[in-house]
């Protein structure tokens, strides 16, 4: 399924002539449509449509951006979305939020940091929140504060009472047994307060009893601002959703805002005082699920070395199983590289650093067969050290590769096969795939030769 969003003014007929070549049937290269929908508002227009061609439907996306930018002053993104995504334009995206104050410096500063967006990933999608143009009406309430002092009132107070004259305020819920909680909300009547006029001629209670008008406690100004007002942390805030292209991971998206576009946008002069650049959504949520995994991934390695700790009753045969780990990890990130080059984009995602933590558990089985054969041929077999490693090796060798091959060709569908949902394990086998495929190839020669230099510590039962 594909979501386009865009702002402005879109005819629905324009968008449908645009693709009518592909209705039903494949045309120049491109999936056909199975399904296509229009939805058109004030200042938004939503298009979307449903490949006959699943595993395709990504390919259509240049179309549709092709369609929304022969639209002039067209602002839009188009993406295919995500299993799990459930909100427009948030599938794979990096916001990079601007906040302050003045809604003129966070409009130049906006704007400039779009155009080197641009400039630095030309074929990233930028859809700003809201769009850029100051040019809808608002009308501003601005407090007196020392009137508001001489009657006990502060502006928190003042804004609070706004809150109740207009869209309401809760002040509580109820909660009947064996029913949902409701929000006890105070609000005025809209019949009485439908215009800007009618809100700055209301009448206030204050807390001393008396009743006063809301323009004795402010003043009104009219001016332009936004489609829309929102905040951040009580300031008002821009927000660029940058979706980078299939080429680019969010980590190295996020690099490049953080080390080129910020720091160009402030040698310009347009970061002014009193506006602050952060960025959140998807990337940031990401980065802290990463290093929450990082953590993960040490405690499962310290899981499994004390556990084969206390079984082998001893603490060097495990740390030379262990080695197998890193082993693993390099085959990892070899199998997701080669994946992503020759196969199809496979981003270091949270599930994918899930399978390195799944390795774990994996790839030390092999190396446990070896000690723990060698370890039995040398106490109750009576062979000699060596001779215990080299038996040991040899008799599992066989096991060792037939379990490996096994599971590596049972887990090449999940990397190789397309179709639906293919981008949510296909990183993960990646990661999986390899880090068997060269931990298998590796220990066989690693921990016997490992194992050689501690094992004569054990007593040979003759």
Known sequence: ?????????????????????????????????????????????????????????????????????????????????????NRLGRGRTVEVDVVGDDMNNLVGAAGTMFGIIKKEMPDAQVRPLPSLELIYPEVNLLPKRDRLRASNMNSREFGVALDVLMDGRKIGDFKEEGKK??????????????????????????????????????????????????HLERKRTFTLQVTPPPNIVLEEAMDIITSKVIPAVRAMGMIKKGVDISISGVADKLKETRKALQWNFLLAAVIAYLLMAALFGNFIYPLIIMVTVPLAGAGGFIGLRLVDTFIAPSPLDILTMLGFVILIGVVVNNAILIVHQALNNLRFHGMDYKEAVVESTRSRIRPIYMSAATSIFGMLPLVLFPGP????????????????????LFTVFVIPSLLMFFIKMEKVHK
């Open 1 to 85: 399924m594909w979501d386009t969003e865009f702002r402005g003014s879109l005819k629905g007929d324009q968008f449908f002539t645009a693709t009518k070549e592909l209705i039903g049937k494949d045309h120049d290269g491109l999936p056909g449509i199975e399904n296509m929908f229009y939805v058109g508002a004030d200042r938004i227009d939503i298009a979307g449509a449903t490949s006959m061609r699943i595993d395709r439907a990504g390919e259509l996306v240049p179309l549709f951006m092709r369609n929304i930018y022969a639209i002039p002053g067209m602002f839009g993104v188009s993406m295919q979305a995500g299993i799990f995504q």
């Open 181 to 230: 909680k409701i929000d006890l909300v105070l609000k005025a009547s809209e019949m009485e307060i439908s215009t800007p006029q009618d809100l700055y001629n209301a009448v206030l209670a204050t807390p001393d009893g008396n009743t006063v008008p809301v323009s004795s406690f402010s003043s009104l100004e009219s001016t332009t601002g936004l489609s829309e007002i929102r």
């Open 421 to 440: 949902g293919s981008e949510l394990y296909r990183g993960l086998g990646s990661v999986i795939l390899g880090g068997l495929a060269l931990s298998t």
